[in-house]
C-alpha cells in the first residue's frame, strides 16, 4: 500500500522505503509550482514514487523513465522511480558518450539528467492544467521544456545551468530524420534521436526565457485555446524568433 505526503501543491504518494525521494522529490517541484504561480494558478499536482512493482500497477510501460498522466477536471499525476534501474543508466550512458565524442561532456551524474525529466513531465502537467496542449506531440515537448526551464530559470540558477550543459550535451547527436514532421510520424525513435529533439528544444527555450523571461508562455495564454488549424501563426505571433528555430528542422517558414 502506497503511503501518502499531504502538501497543499505536490501532496505525493510512495512505495514502501521511498519516502526520503519522495520527500525530496516533492519540494523540488513544489518549488517549481511557486515559480510558476505568478503566471497563472498551477492547481496540485501528485507526486507519485514507485517501486518497479507498484509501477506496474499503474503502467506498460518500462520501468524508470519519468511520465505523467492529466486531465483536466479529473487530476494531474506525475510519476517517477524510487530509484533508477541499471538499465536505463546503461543506455543513457552509451547515448551520451557517443555525444561527447562528438565534443561535449557530461555535466554531471546521469541521476540527475533524469530527475530534470521529472520536472519537464511535471511542467507538461501544468501546461495541460493551463489549457496549453496541443495534441501535435512536438510542440507539447517544447513547451514542456520551456515551463521547466522557466521554472528552474527562476528558483536555481545552477540547476538551470546544468539542465542547459545536457541539453547542449544531447544537441551534439546526429539524428537520422530532423524533420518536426517525422517527430509526429516516428514516435518510437532510438532514444539519441529523442534526446537530440530534447536538447535543441530545450536549447531555444533557454534562448527565449534568457531574452524575454515568461513572454511566451503569457501570449500563448491569451491565444489559447491551441487548435492544428492555426497553431503554428500562434506560435510565431508569440515568439517570431521561432522562424530561425524551424530552420533547424528543415521546416519552411512563411
Known amino acids: 500500500m502506497l503511503k501518502r505526503l499531504p502538501h497543499p501543491h505536490v501532496p505525493a504518494e510512495h512505495s514502501p522505503g521511498g519516502r526520503r525521494r519522495a520527500v525530496e522529490l516533492q519540494r523540488f517541484l513544489a518549488r517549481l509550482h511557486d ?43 506525475v510519476f517517477a522511480p524510487l ?6 543508466l546503461e543506455r543513457l550512458t552509451h547515448v551520451f558518450a557517443e555525444a561527447a565524442r562528438r ?12 530527475d530534470l525529466m521529472i520536472a519537464h513531465e511535471y511542467a507538461h502537467a501544468v501546461a495541460v492544467a493551463w489549457g496549453l496542449r496541443a495534441r501535435v506531440r512536438w510542440v507539447d515537448e517544447f ?42 510520424r516516428y514516435p518510437r525513435r ?11 528544444f530545450t536549447l531555444e527555450a533557454a534562448r527565449m526565457i534568457e531574452e524575454n523571461g515568461d513572454r511566451f508562455v503569457r501570449r500563448l495564454l491569451e491565444a489559447a485555446p491551441l487548435t492544428r488549424r ?7 505571433a508569440a515568439e517570431p524568433g521561432l522562424k530561425a528555430f524551424f530552420r533547424v528542422f528543415g521546416e519552411k517558414v512563411t
Do not use: C, I
Open 230 to 236: 492555426d497553431l503554428h501563426r500562434k506560435l510565431l
Open 143 to 184: 513547451l514542456a521544456n520551456y515551463l521547466y526551464m522557466l521554472a528552474l530559470h527562476r528558483t536555481d540558477r545552477e540547476l538551470y545551468a546544468q539542465a542547459r550543459a545536457w541539453a547542449e550535451l544531447a544537441s551534439r547527436l546526429e539524428p537520422q530524420r530532423r524533420s518536426l514532421g517525422g517527430f509526429e
Open 190 to 200: 532510438p532514444l539519441g534521436e529523442q534526446l537530440w529533439f530534447q536538447g535543441v
Open 83 to 88: 530509484r533508477y534501474p541499471e538499465r536505463l
Open 103 to 114: 565534443g561535449g561532456r557530461l555535466p554531471g551524474p546521469l541521476a540527475v539528467f533524469l
Open 35 to 77: 515559480a510558476l504561480e505568478p503566471v497563472r494558478p498551477v492547481p496540485p499536482v501528485t507526486l507519485f514514487v514507485l517501486d518497479e512493482h507498484d509501477w506496474r500497477r499503474f503502467t506498460r510501460l518500462p520501468y524508470g523513465y519519468p511520465f505523467q498522466r492529466s486531465k483536466p477536471g479529473e487530476g494531474y499525476g
